[in-house]
């Protein structure tokens, strides 16, 4: 017997290994390559800042200093797989090949972890041994394995083939068995090249030819579930319909449901048949099965069945034995110290408690936060250590035989809510058999379905049961997070509603979907994407619902949605809804589509589709674009020279040039000729975008046209344009001389301001009129002298336009000329006083002090007297003080008033002086005045000056004085002061 089981067992074997064979042969023609043997495409760099470089068909890494690890690694994750590449290390080296790796945000800070293939250049001679990088450390290294360790060849190319199939890892070197590993922590992850952290800049890695053959392919696998409900204490009808949701939105499983007899009835019908389904997930706790559903169940179990116990489930069958064995520990159906221990978790570790007692608690529900204590397991994966789960149950006090029992995460159970005090297991799995059970306390109804958290171990954990490892490896972008509560309130049931959809049908679903997107991270955009394609592909999709959808895809839409797209371009109804989507899409896969149907499409779908490819500025289109200029279509031919306009590149300005285009489309030509230049220059293509603008700006077009054209050329050419710009300004179209003057403002430079400035001579009139204000909006100063020399010498226009822009372009050498100004008549005089008071500058001040003072005629210096007034300038009070006392009564009363403007209490014993030098009555009442003034502006004045002058004044200049004490007294002296004897007498 025993030798007919061997015989038996060798045969199945050996049909294994030709069912593996036969797989790989026909898989032979699946190679693709990883690296294109030019680029770095499909590759981003984590962790370190070691240098990858491409050079002869390699990709080239090298170490730099004081940094950390460096790694190479695949956009795109695989799962099972068969590797093979060749590389160069330089001798003294360290690196590594990483598969089924990892990097996530909550681990590590991105840390990538994860299986390594060894490339090990030291005497050691462990190349091809598996390293777990971050992570445990060796798993398999070549201690025991002499011919592997001479394998590999150190200053030579070396060809690695690297095996990943389920949870066997194997590797050879140069065509030698190297490692043989079966270990289940990680299913999937991304491929990447390391570059060791090291000591020593300079060190090279090479790797060539690589390429792969993914064995899991494009479509997932797909696992039965079975749910069992019928009978429980919490609201089974509620809650199976959201679990089945849940498992069927992975897309790797197909649920089908058992619902048992209502409590009381005869349950001897009950008999699910458990050895269809690759898990199990129990949402039941009620009567007893059948002994031989029982002892089915047992058998499948044993025999490598998977589990999920979902919350209550635990509450069942407190008095089945094996049952209990299977969950691990239970709450409530009579369980206490006789059951098994209670789990909780110590000091870092699993700790039993045997206190005698019934086993399960829970206080009221509340938001609860749950704390990861496995990292690493398949479910608990990249997930933030901890994470809040929503208002729930914390089960407390369960209990059970625990045997083979691994817990993954925990909860504490607080005492304000009624909780232990203690961190109670949440998570974990227990080993049957052969049979692996994934139990989750949380999730009492509904509600808590919603929250992420659950979501994604529920997910997960179904899938580990099923298979003993998991290929959900992503963390969803809208996870929990440690003090956040994230639920999931859109379901894929609700996607699925989208197909039905119809104009005037409530949009309360959509609504719900928008709001998603709009608050979800595009990280987690695929997995929506993924929902919309669903409800987009669907038989019975509407209308409308296709064109929501296609809506949807322009924010959320990458190179998954192309291929269902690209088959709408062609129909009618559906092809303008499809393209817009394609437009706005991110992915050169998008503009592909665009392109590959111009070939195909009617002239009245190509419209839009050429308008489309413009959008996306799409150089690679330009070919195809430019066959349809000359179409008789005259709408298409239209659409294309739009849309070469709006690629712009010098590629689609030469299909505009070579173009014969009709009359009636010459401006749209010229418009889209322009637009092309614009992008170029902003490309930085100035030359051939000034031969654009050139050929534009010729009389022969419109001057709207032609302004366009000198617009841009004048940001092309700078400084050179000044000639062209010129010509503009004396050209006879007001509208030219305007947008001349335009161009001046914006063009950089100092040299241009005098470029332009040396011209102010040889224009005419309104052209001269022009440039000043250009000049003065460019605020040179520079400009100022040739300004200058309009303001004196210019026709009357021209002179006032001069003289108003010498208000910001003057300098200290242009005040004499201004002040001289302030003389004349009417609208100059007023523009010269009004510059010479808006006028900045060093030394301006103090040219305006020196005409005060100097012997300019007297009309002359009472208007910058005005003006130092204006301008606020107490720099002029000592200035003022003295011509206070000049021989030129006009120039005396000017003073006399810029004194009581500006004087502060300390220039009043001076201006007391003066005032008692006064020889005129009209001197001394102004004097008077300004000291009035003076006092007038200030918060606390001393009158006491003013009042000894009265006490000395003479009879004769007794009335001013008494009028200045009295406008001091009103002005300053407190009501309670006592009075002056002098002032009394008065």
């Known amino acids: 017997m025993k030798s007919r089981l061997t015989i038996l067992t060798l045969s199945v074997l050996a049909c294994s290994l030709l069912a593996t064979s036969a797989a790989l042969s026909a898989d032979s023609d699946k190679w693709e390559n990883l690296f294109d043997g030019k680029t770095l495409s499909g590759f981003v760099q984590r962790n370190g800042k070691a240098k990858y470089d491409v050079a002869d068909g390699a ?26 590449l060749e590389l160069f290390a330089d001798p003294g080296i360290n690196s590594g090949i990483q598969i089924r790796s990892h990097s996530y945000p909550n681990y590590n800070n991105g840390r990538v972890h994860g299986y390594q293939v060894e490339i090990d250049t030291s005497d050691r001679a462990w190349s091809g041994g598996i390293y777990d990088e971050a992570r445990r450390g060796w798993l398999n290294d070549l201690k025991d394995n002499p011919r592997a360790r001479k394998a590999f060849k150190n200053g030579q190319w070396n060809k690695y083939r690297i095996e990943a199939i389920q949870n066997r890892i194997r590797t050879w070197v140069n065509g030698v068995p190297a490692a043989d590993l079966t270990d289940d922590m990680t299913a999937k992850g991304f491929i990447a090249l390391q570059v060791h952290a090291s000591d020593k800049a300079g060190q090279n890695i090479k790797w060539r030819n690589i390429r792969i053959i993914d064995l899991t392919g494009p479509s997932k696998p797909h696992f039965k579930a079975l749910i069992l409900d019928g009978q429980n204490n919490h609201d089974w009808k509620g809650t199976t319909p959201p679990l089945k949701a849940l498992l069927e939105d992975t897309g790797i499983f197909t649920v089908d449901v058992a619902t048992s007899p209502p409590s009381g009835q005869p349950m001897d019908s009950y008999r699910p048949d458990f050895k269809k389904y690759d898990v199990i997930v129990s949402n039941y706790n009620g009567d007893q099965w059948p002994e031989q559903t029982k002892k089915e169940f047992v058998e499948y179990m044993k025999n490598g069945g998977g589990l999920v116990v979902y919350h209550a489930a635990d509450n069942a069958f407190g008095d089945w034995p094996e049952y209990n064995e299977m969950i691990g520990i239970g709450g409530w159906g009579g369980r206490n110290e006789k059951s098994g221990p209670m789990v909780r978790w110590k000091d870092g570790k699993v700790a039993f408690d045997n206190s005698p007692g019934a086993g399960g608690t829970h206080g009221p529900q509340h938001e609860f936060q749950i704390i990861n204590r496995d990292r690493h397991h398949p479910i608990t994966a990249g997930l933030p250590e901890k994470w809040m789960h929503a208002s729930d149950e914390l089960y407390s006090k369960l209990r059970g035989p625990a045997k083979n029992m691994h817990v993954l995460s925990t909860a504490y159970a607080a005492p304000d809510k009624g909780g232990t005090g203690e961190h109670e297991p949440m998570l974990f799995t227990i080993r049957y058999g052969k049979g692996r059970i994934f139990h989750t306390a949380i999730g009492h109804a509904a509600e808590q379905l919603k929250s992420v958290g659950f979501i994604v171990t529920f997910q997960r954990g179904a899938e580990w049961a099923a298979a003993g490892r998991v290929t959900q490896v992503e963390v969803p972008a809208d996870m929990s997070t440690a003090d956040r509560v994230s639920l999931r309130t859109v379901t894929a049931a609700m996607y699925r509603e989208i197909a039905d959809y119809d104009f005037g049908k409530s949009r309360k679903t959509l609504a719900a979907i928008e709001e998603q997107i709009r608050n979800t991270d595009p990280a987690g955009f695929p997995a929506i994407e993924k929902r919309l394609l669903e409800a987009l592909n669907a038989p019975n999709a509407s209308f409308a619902a296709k064109q929501y959808v296609c809506h949807l895809l322009r924010r959320v839409g990458s190179a998954a949605s192309v291929p269902s797209l690209e088959k709408m371009l062609a129909d009618k109804e559906l092809s ?20 590959n149907a111009l070939d195909t499409l009617p002239a009245d779908l190509k419209i839009g589709v050429v308008g489309s490819l413009g959008q996306r500025a799409d150089d690679k289109a330009v070919p195809q674009i430019a066959k349809l200029l000359s179409s008789s279509e005259k709408d298409l031919a239209a659409a294309a020279v739009t849309a070469l306009g709006r690629i712009g590149t010098t590629q689609a300005a030469k299909a505009l040039d070579n173009a014969r285009i009709p009359d009636s489309l010459r401006d749209l030509k010229d418009n889209s000729h322009l637009m092309c230049a614009d992008k170029m220059l902003a490309a930085g293509d100035e030359k051939d975008a000034a031969k654009i603008y050139r050929e534009i700006a010729a009389p022969k077009n419109s001057t709207i046209l032609r302004i366009a054209a000198y617009n841009g050329l004048a940001r092309a050419e700078k400084e050179k344009a000044v000639p062209t710009v010129l010509a503009l300004l004396k050209d006879s179209d007001i509208r030219l001389q305007q947008a001349a003057g335009k161009l001046i403002v914006d063009m950089p430079g100092g040299e241009t301001t005098k470029a332009f400035a040396k011209q102010l001579a040889s224009l005419k009139g309104n052209a001269q009129i022009v440039l000043l204000a250009a000049l003065e909006a460019r605020a040179d100063k520079a400009a100022a002298p040739y300004v200058a020399d309009l303001a004196e010498n210019a026709e009357p226009d021209v002179k006032l336009a001069a003289v108003r822009a010498l208000a910001v372009l003057a300098d200290r050498r242009n005040v004499e000329l201004l002040a001289k100004l302030t003389a004349e008549k009417g609208d100059l005089a007023k523009a010269a006083a009004d510059s010479l008071t808006r006028a900045t500058g060093p030394g301006l001040t103090k040219a305006l002090l020196d005409i005060a003072k100097g012997s300019a005629d007297a009309d002359v210096r009472v208007n910058v007297i005005r003006i130092l007034i204006d301008r606020r300038e107490d720099q002029a009070l000592p200035v003022m003080l003295t011509t206070a006392r000049d021989k030129d009564s006009s120039v005396r009363q000017a003073s006399f008033k810029a004194l009581g403007t500006l004087a502060s209490q300390k220039e009043v014993p001076v201006m007391v002086a003066a005032l008692l030098d006064a020889s005129s009555s009209a001197d001394k009442a102004a004097i008077g005045r300004a000291i009035s003034a003076v006092f007038a502006r200030i918060a606390a004045p001393d009158p006491a000056a003013v009042i000894a002058a009265l006490d000395k004044a003479g009879s004769e200049n007794r009335p001013q004085w008494q009028t200045c004490s009295l406008s001091s007294r009103k002005t300053a002296t407190p009501s309670n002061a006592p ?7 008065a």
């Open 59 to 84: 990709i080239v890494g090298t170490t730099v200093l004081n940094t950390s690890n460096s790694f190479l690694c695949t956009e795109k994750m695989y799962a099972d797989f068969i590797l093979e």
């Open 979 to 985: 009075s002056h004897s002098g002032a009394t007498s």
């Open 576 to 595: 303008h809804m499809a393209r817009l989507a394609l437009q706005h899409m991110d992915s050169p896969e998008a503009a592909d589509a665009l392109r």
